[in-house]
């Protein structure tokens, strides 16, 4: 069971994102603790998070007072709700949380159901709950309950370094060994959909891809070049090598098959909602773009992003290694395309100003904690947090 925890200071943004998968029919809550449930059993994210805020201390010592988790048992792993409930609650007791007031929603829109937990990390006296070595103390924990109720054990499963191939370095020589050593493996492991996809995927190890066509006594040709990149991520000056130098495997017709048989098995495997999932996790609480790239690296996804000579983002690439895919922004949904993160992280951003995503749907009250107080606006103009 591998266990992911993010902090941030939207509650109102990880309540919204949990209550849209019971909305949608791929959600239910299991649980809450110290929380008072509704008579009908419909919970309201508003009354949720202002009655979790009710316990909160008028004044806090951390940026971050929210937490909010997910574990995620193996998919062999065949748990009742009654369960699930029972290692959530153990879970929180463990880690120091226990004591504060949660509540715990079930996940079904992929098939590896999992719980996610939405608390604060703030004790009545306004300080943090201490968490030294959270990371190894939730590791420890997880291993624990994978005993206790006969799990299969997450460690050294999915979390393998394999993935990680060795990035080109230009000034070392033998150009040709070095691509190869990572255009091979990477044909083999990653699916990708589009040219431009392989060549996010390519950059992360100093590699440029670039098509070539033509025409050659009356004949039209079409073939790839592969480059070396800087640490800018510019063309390195070396010569371009062909793809024919590397053999059938890197042409342009093996990689358009790749491509074309590529889409067959994302859809099969359901990866494109896979890797949605993860992402739309990331964003939670994400300000800046620095913050949603080490949120995504949590999960093993790379962000790629392309911009024009005035800085505007121009494409956007998810690379989840873990999942194996490469995925447009704009194949996961209008919100994690190029235009929505301009608008998430617009030019201001540079100059260091720390601004909350922006979506498309307002929502009818926002719940952000900050600097000890309670900040509601009943209409907002923008809507913040997860996109």
């Given amino acids: 069971m591998v266990a992911n925890i993010t902090t941030g200071n939207n509650l109102y943004g990880a309540l919204f994102y949990n209550q849209e998968k019971v909305d949608k029919g791929v959600g239910t809550v299991l649980a809450t603790h110290i929380l008072r449930e509704p008579v009908d059993g419909n919970f309201n994210v508003a009354e949720t998070a202002e009655d979790i805020l009710r316990w909160m201390p008028d004044h806090f010592r951390t940026e971050k007072p929210v937490i909010h988790i997910s574990l995620n048992p193996d998919p062999k792993d065949n748990l009742s709700d009654e369960q699930l409930s029972e290692i959530a609650g153990h879970y929180m007791d463990r880690m120091g949380w226990g004591g504060l007031p949660y509540i715990v929603f079930k996940h079904s829109d992929i098939e590896r159901e999992h719980v996610h937990i939405v608390s604060v990390q703030v004790g009545q006296d306004g300080k943090k709950i201490k968490d030294n070595k959270r990371n190894e103390h939730s590791v420890a924990i997880t291993e624990e309950l994978e005993k ?30 070095q691509i190869a050593a990572v255009i091979k493996p990477a044909l083999s492991m990653y699916r990708f959909q589009t040219l431009g996809e392989f060549r996010a995927l390519l950059s992360l190890y ?33 010569t371009p090598l062909k793809s024919s130098l590397f053999g059938k495997y890197a042409g342009f017709d093996v990689l358009e098959r790749h491509m074309e048989h590529s889409g067959e098995k994302i859809m099969k495997e359901n990866s494109r909602e896979h890797t949605r999932h993860r992402v739309a ?23 790629f992003i392309r911009r024009n000579d005035a800085g505007r983002i121009t494409g956007v690439t998810f690379i989840d290694h873990e999942n ?54 009943k209409k907002p103009n923008q809507k913040r947090g997860l996109n």
């Fill in 148 to 177: 206790e109720y006969g799990l299969h054990p997450a460690k050294g499963q999915k979390r393998s370094e394999k993935w990680q191939l060795k990035p080109v370095d230009s000034t070392k020589g033998d150009l040709k060994r």
């Fill in 324 to 377: 194996r895919c490469v995925l447009n922004g704009s194949r996961l949904g209008k919100e994690y395309s190029a235009n929505a993160l301009n608008e998430r992280y617009p030019e201001a951003q540079k100059t260091g100003a720390d601004l909350h995503g922006v979506s498309d749907t307002i929502r009818p009250q926002e719940i952000v904690v900050s600097k000890g107080a309670v900040r509601k606006n």
């Fill in 281 to 303: 996790e990331a964003f939670l609480d994400a300000p800046t773009e620095n913050a949603l790239r080490e949120r995504l690296r949590a999960y093993y996804i790379d962000l």
């Fill in 206 to 238: 100093n590699i440029g891809i670039e098509e070539v066509r033509g025409e050659r006594d009356g004949h039209t040709y079409r073939g790839l070049l592969y480059t070396a990149l800087n640490a800018d991520g510019k063309k390195a000056e070396v």
